[in-house]
């Protein structure tokens, strides 16, 4: 593993190398980050909230804004932040999760292509940006929150608040298949109505239990 901590100048300095526009960049935190150079694995959780252990904290136990991936990144489980004060993270390549949580304050940009198996995003005071697709079998966006860039393709079964439109999710192309979320999520994270309970899916994907039905993909 090839890491260390990197300043705010280096970290641009690699931005713009990776083509990364400024336009995405700007609006990061300022100050330094823990730099990984080369495709990363992260093995079960991948917390961002402060305060709580993060993977590579052993390694630099003082971190200060985020993360920077300077290559692909995958989470055999799920990247998440339910709380404010939550670190940025950049991967200047593709991302591959089980699941994207996020309700509180994320800053997340992915340079390529971002997969998941379930992607649920609430709250306002965020920052997402991905350069490539962002495909996932469920994307549940609520209380106003929606990627704020998509370059590619946003895929999927999208559930979205009745006034939230589809072109409201920042995405150059959208293919919603508009499959019910029962056909697809196992019973224990959808409430009495079959909707996707936030919390409830939270807590099964931290658990690493699945949360697709058997056969889905």
């Known amino acids: 593993m090839i890491m260390r901590c990197a300043t705010w100048d280096e970290a641009t300095g690699l931005f713009a190398e990776r083509g990364l526009p400024e336009s995405v960049w700007e609006n990061l935190y300022e100050g330094e980050y823990v730099l990984h150079s080369g495709n990363a694995t992260v093995t079960g959780n991948f917390p961002l909230n ?24 995958t989470v055999t489980g799920s990247l ?6 939550a670190a940025a993270l950049v991967v200047l ?11 509180c304050d ?12 379930v992607v649920f995003g609430r709250y306002t005071d965020k920052y997402l940006s991905f350069g490539g697709d962002l495909r996932a079998v469920v994307q549940r966006w609520v209380d ?4 704020d860039f998509v370059g590619g393709t946003l895929a ?14 920042g995405a150059a192309h959208v293919e919603n298949s508009g499959v019910p979320a029962a056909d697809l ?9 079959g909707a996707v309970d936030g919390e409830a899916l939270h807590v099964r994907l931290v658990a690493g239990r699945p949360v697709l039905l058997d056969g889905v993909r």
């Open 80 to 85: 998440y932040d339910v709380d404010d004060g």
């Open 106 to 117: 994320p800053k997340i940009v992915v340079a390529g292509n971002t997969t998941a198996e």
């Open 144 to 147: 106003e929150c929606a990627p």
């Open 185 to 193: 999520l196992v019973p224990e994270v959808l409430d009495a109505s």
């Open 93 to 103: 390549g593709d991302l591959k999760v089980v699941g994207l949580h996020t309700t």
């Open 50 to 73: 402060s305060g709580e252990e993060h993977p590579w904290d052993a390694e630099h136990a003082e971190w200060d804004i985020g993360y920077v991936v300077d290559g692909d990144l």
């Open 156 to 169: 999927g079964s999208l559930f979205l608040p009745d006034y939230l439109k589809e072109s409201d999710l």
